[in-house]
């Protein structure tokens, strides 16, 4: 309206004073320039905000540890998010840069650019998407688009997206996109998704105490047949309905997927060389309690056959269409994490417990600040298959378990707080661990058996300064044998943190390889700033953020990381 | 010339000015992007309020143990931060598919009395720019971020407390 009263006094200066015309718009205008800008100094017509990460790495060559020459000497990944905002309209776009990636990247990422761009408008119920975004179809069993920035994984979609919310409690989302691939971009995919939530959408069922939410996600990619050989299914396409139920403090999740033939680079064998044509499938299950200082979980999941890239060709972490993560704890000390379990998309039945249960203050086990005890057990074992002589590979059943277990794991977890300063943590992990069917290095790698003792200690020595220490022992008779470690680490609130660690693989067989992997860092906080530098050795082994693991090199050398947000 | 020059600076100004003087009376606040309850209901961020009064929003992780960290020694402090402020605590879980599932028994299990949302592939994450956790803002109450942090630190929440007593007094933080 404003701006239509100002067109209107416009033309009627026109029509009245068309002589001082110019010189009165010249004076209004720098005085409502200037009006504006004291009276919202930096206010921009939108809000704009971002972040800020640059990792810089200097490498020293360390033969000992294996950690490969590097000819450039310094390698750094960065990129930086601009997102501008304005009410219901949002624009946003992100630039990386890899001179060189740093290693353990993928080296397909040298380069500079700009990777990510797009609009984003909500008009009433409707929402519009142009250019880039993640997405996620349920649990993600045939569809995820996400970024682990840390861990080199983007497969961002470029398209069109619609997401509409008709009434209360429906939700209905559809896209047309091509999927990132480092600086490239490949595949054709559509997706449409649908959920509703009973209670919300019917009034009848607004007051019912059972919650249940129904969903179906459909996915189909497209990719033309260039193969001489074989006829390969252009479009292959894939869903999976989903169910919640919850009620007072149970809650069941059970999400099923089917995907038709689909020959890739991943199912090929060596009776079929350009992939299997077996159809598919997929089930995750979730049942979970939970009351205040009791918290339980049990979850089973089953994969068979449920790759599903945007490229039948694609391996590695390339155009991941289907996210099917490990069913088991994500360990984040560092000893726990030699021996992490990776899915096997081809085939695998999993279960995993939780329990998290808090002795309260006051009772006989918890003292006077309660004791906090977390126990979680998770299994995966192959499938039970027999192999058949034609082009679907073999046949199998569905959920059920097959002789070979791949993965097991025990973790037990205690948390004590001794008085208001101090606190300690006790973890005793048992790992079996199969390398050969894990790393996929074959028949010849065995089973790993593994027993890991943890103890953490936190003391807070004043208001500002703490200390906190951690020791932890691998017990194992086979790979490299036995590992300890210490770690010490000094913080002073807010800004400052150093930290030192060793891990130390003293009770490996051969005597040479007795080798330490000595760490030093320390950094600097203020807001949302953060600067950080170490130096030292890493070992080289499966590092695994946020559900995903990522195999990292050994290496030696300074590095230098700056993160900021705004 | 003169006359299309003087037009063009008048429509730049114009829209400048019904940008500016809209922007005057809208609340912006955080934005507006879709999470999940602890019961998987989709909801609009748009819910996280306190009528009037600071929030608390913090980005964490199951396995992110210095968030575990500061969460349970916010979680001893936050009866008497409420009483003494009327400050809200609110959770935003980033944790994905893999654990997404446990954080509802994990935060019981804990017995944290926090408003707990789930953003399992990082749209509040993206639209908040956060680039690792914890990452904590303080919103003030009009919910505009007046202050950010992150990593923690023993002691971190005293400083917190600081400037929440400010913003709930009404006091600029500068």
Known sequence: MEFLSYLNYFHRLTIQRPVNLFKKLVLSGVALLGFSYSQAQINLPFEVHGNFQVDVQYYLEDSSIGAPPVPEEVLTNGFGNLTFSRGNFNAGLRYESYLNPLLGFDTRYKGNGITYRYADYTVGDLNITLGNFYEQFGSGLIFRSYEERGLGLDNAMDGIRLKYNPVAGVYLKGFIATQRYYFDEAGLVRGADGEIALSEAFEGL????????????????????DDPIYKLPENVLAFAPRIRINRGNFGLYSEYAYKYNDPSAINATAENPGGIYKPGQGMYINTTYSRKGLGVSLSGKFIDNMSYRSDRAAVSNDLHLSYLPALTKQQTYRLATLYPYASQPNGEVGYQADIFYNFKPGSKLGGKYGTYIALNYSRANGLDTTRTNDELGYESKFFKMGPDKYFEEVNVEFQKKVNKDLKFLVTYIYTLYDEGVIKALGDKYGKIYANIGILEMQYK?????????????LYTEQDKGNWAML??????????????FDEYNYGNEIKENRLHYPNISMGYTKGANRITMGYGKQREGLLCVGGVCRQVPASNGFSLSVTSSF | MKKIAALFLLFTISAYGVFAQDKDTKSSGIPTVNVKGLDGAIVSSDIITNEGKPIILSFWATWCKPCVTELNALSEIYPDWKAETGVKIVIVS???????ATVGPFVNGKGWDYEVYLDPNGDFK?????????????LDGKREVVNQHTSYAPGDEDKLFELVKKVAAGQPLK
């Open chain 1, 206 to 225: 607004k007051s019912s105490k059972t919650l249940i939410t129904l969903g179906t996600a459909v996915v189909s990619k497209f990719q033309s047949d």
């Open chain 1, 461 to 473: 020595i004043s208001k500002t300064h703490s200390m906190r220490a951690e020791v932890q022992h």
């Open chain 1, 487 to 500: 770690l010490l680490e000094y913080t002073i609130s807010p800004h400052w943190f150093v930290a030192a």
């Open chain 2, 94 to 100: 980033i944790d994905d598919a893999r654990s997404a």
């Open chain 2, 126 to 138: 993206r639209a908040m720019n956060v680039n690792m956790v914890p990452h904590t803002f303080l």
